[in-house]
């Protein structure tokens, strides 16, 4: 409250013209500089926009006919903005860059001494430059104030104002416009960083989303990879007592065989005979069960096994065109000893360069026959329901790389939904009814290809249309990366 | 002069199964078994049983303390006439090299086919007599 008795007391007095006229010119720097700094913090990606208030604003300001903004790259100027004329000086403007900064000594002495540079009179000052004295008429100006655009290592650019008459600019004119240039420098450092960071934001993001995928994978694999030993460390586990129950149950099949020899001597009242007769046949049957189903789990429990990878035969050198053709050969010949009337198209599509590999041949070979297999599967399930007209086809094909070799399994069967594509590798998972598949393929395929031979193996399939498998094998393939196993 | 069949198993129940099923030949005295559930009492029981009785030695690989293959070549210096047929779970071939390489004539998996012991026991007992 102690100040508003002064501030009540003030009377309005009119201000002389010459004061109110340099008020308003320094009120219409100040939103000129504020209305620059408004558009370098909306458009912090180029310095198009920025330019061209640039010159807008420097040309009003200092009552100026024109402005151009140069920018020097490489020791040439550019044309970065300019206040539109003409058409036809518009043009000339236009044609004169870029321009060899040593070509033109007025520019020259503007970068080299890093200051504003005037020239009073074009038609005297541009005498011996034909090019600039044309664009000096054709665009009506008589003289020009050159601003350089000074940045932390020296000049990056000159503004460029022009007036109608001839003779210096007045001393605050030149002062403002360095002003902008100032401006102009802080907009292209802040354009430059910007496109940095944003470069650099996007190869970080590249780069992690790269790690990411790896990750992924490695998670994946580590994932399988202690599945797979839980895996055989269970079916060692369940192996001694399932011999057991195997031998057991086939010498209790004998034992009851000759139980009913020893009985058909004996003589019973005919009640107790019909009793003894179904009670003995009976019981055979539940052992034949037994000897049944034990044999199924011994043959899952042999899969499970075969996770642990001991005996996986021996690592030589082999034809991947061959390995391929008797893989696909064998494939055929077991489906069709399984089912005589099965038919497919099969289509070889061999690279010659594919060559020779080190790798454990008996496991690539398991590989290749349970791709197959599997694609033999996806086609006899279409052929379920499409028409008449489905033709089935199974094509292997073999790529080489550089350091590498591709190995492709494409059928067009029923393909695979992408929620079993997530599981698929997981051991015991299956999608075929119990009994008529153990799950452990896949899983098993995995182990050998990422595992045994530091290869990927990939699928493409689209529901109903296809499925293609891509197994990629390094060509220094199992050597260094097979630790597992025995000596 | 009865003939011997040792066989060398940690787990008991492997004595019933082959006393069933050979119970025939046992009954009738053909030959007789005899069973060590370690290494070590195979190894006494191979050196106790006079010379030419015992014809065949069956013996498990995994055992607890001395495993089938450590027990091999203990066993054929002490009998060196007594042939040593092992019989593992894993027939891969890497166990299989190693079992001929300590020594073994032979090797079985598990589950036992006991048609294929069969012709083994019986080929023995043609030779000792």
Redesign the interface.
């Given at each position: 409250m102690l100040g508003s008795g002064y501030m009540g007391g003030k009377t309005q007095q009119p201000l002389p013209d010459s004061l109110e006229l340099q008020l308003r010119e320094s009120l219409e720097r100040e939103a000129a500089t504020a209305e620059i700094l408004r558009v370098i913090a909306s458009s912090p990606a180029g310095f198009g926009p920025i330019f061209a208030a640039i010159a807008e604003r420097s040309k009003k300001l200092v009552n100026g006919l024109s402005t151009a903004v140069l920018h020097l790259k490489n020791d040439t100027l550019h044309l970065a903005a300019f206040t539109r004329r003409s058409e036809v000086a518009d043009a000339t403007l236009i044609s004169l860059f870029p321009l060899k900064l040593s070509d033109v000594d007025w520019y020259e002495r503007t970068i080299s001494e890093a200051r504003p540079v005037q020239i009073e009179d074009c038609e005297l000052g541009f005498a011996g430059l034909p090019g600039l004295l044309d664009l000096s008429r054709k665009r009506g100006f008589r003289s020009v104030a050159l601003i350089p655009l000074l940045g932390h290592s020296g000049s990056i650019g000159i503004i460029s104002v022009t007036r109608a008459e001839t003779g210096n600019f007045r001393e605050e004119h030149i002062r403002l416009l360095r002003t902008f240039a100032d401006q102009a420098v802080i907009a292209i450092e802040n354009a430059r960083l910007f496109n940095e960071v944003q470069a650099r934001t996007t190869e970080l993001a590249q780069s992690l989303e790269n790690l990411r995928v790896a990750q992924d994978r490695l998670v994946q694999t580590e994932k399988l990879a202690s599945l797979g030993q839980l895996t055989a460390g269970i079916a060692?586990e369940i192996?001694?007592p399932?011999?057991?129950v195997?031998?057991?149950s086939?010498?209790s099949l004998e034992?009851t065989d000759e139980l009913n020899e020893v009985l058909k001597q004996a003589t019973f009242a005919e009640k107790i005979r019909a009793e003894v007769d179904e009670l003995s046949s009976l019981l055979k049957e539940n052992l034949e069960k037994v000897v049944q189903h034990g044999k199924r789990a011994?043959s899952i429990v042999k899969n499970m096994?075969l996770h642990s990878r001991?005996?996986s035969?021996e690592r030589r050198s082999a034809d991947i065109n061959a390995l391929v053709g008797e893989s696909l050969n064998l494939a055929y010949h077991g489906a069709r000893a399984e089912k005589s009337a099965f038919n497919i198209t099969l289509k070889r599509e061999l690279d010659p360069d594919a060559g020779i590999i080190d790798l454990y041949p008996q496991e690539i070979t398991r590989v290749l026959l349970n791709l197959i297999s599997n694609g033999f599967y996806a086609v006899t399930k279409r052929k379920q329901t499409a028409g008449e007209g489905f033709e089935p086809t199974l094509c292997a094909s073999t790529r080489s790389e550089r350091d590498r070799v591709e190995i492709r399994i494409r059928d067009n069967g029923a393909g695979i939904p992408e929620e079993v594509k997530e599981k698929m590798f997981n051991p015991f998972f299956t999608t075929k009814p119990a009994g008529e598949g153990t799950g452990l393929g896949l899983s098993i395929c995995h182990d050998i290809i990422v595992k045994q031979h530091g290869g990927s193996i990939d699928v493409a399939t689209e529901p109903g249309v296809f499925t293609e498998f891509i197994v990629t094998l390094p060509r220094i393939a199992a050597a260094q990366i097979h630790t597992g196993?025995?000596k | 002069m009865s003939f011997y069949v040792l066989v060398v198993d940690d787990e008991p129940d492997l004595e019933a199964l082959f006393r069933q099923q050979f119970r025939r030949d046992l009954r009738t005295g053909r030959f007789r078994m005899e069973f060590a559930t370690s290494a070590p009492t195979a190894l006494r029981r191979a050196v106790e049983i006079r010379e030419a009785s015992l014809i065949l030695i069956l013996s498990d690989i995994n055992m607890p303390g001395m495993t089938g293959l450590e027990l091999l070549p203990v066993v054929r210096a002490a009998r060196p006439d007594v042939p040593v047929i092992m019989i593992t779970a894993y027939g891969d071939a890497e166990t299989r090299r190693r079992a001929i390489e300590h020594g073994a004539e032979g090797l079985l998996t598990k589950p036992i086919d006991f048609a294929l012991l069969r012709q083994q026991i019986d080929a023995r007992l043609e030779q000792a007599a």
């Open positions: 060692h192996k001694n399932l011999n057991f195997n031998n057991f086939a010498l034992l011994d096994l001991e005996g035969g196993g025995k | -």
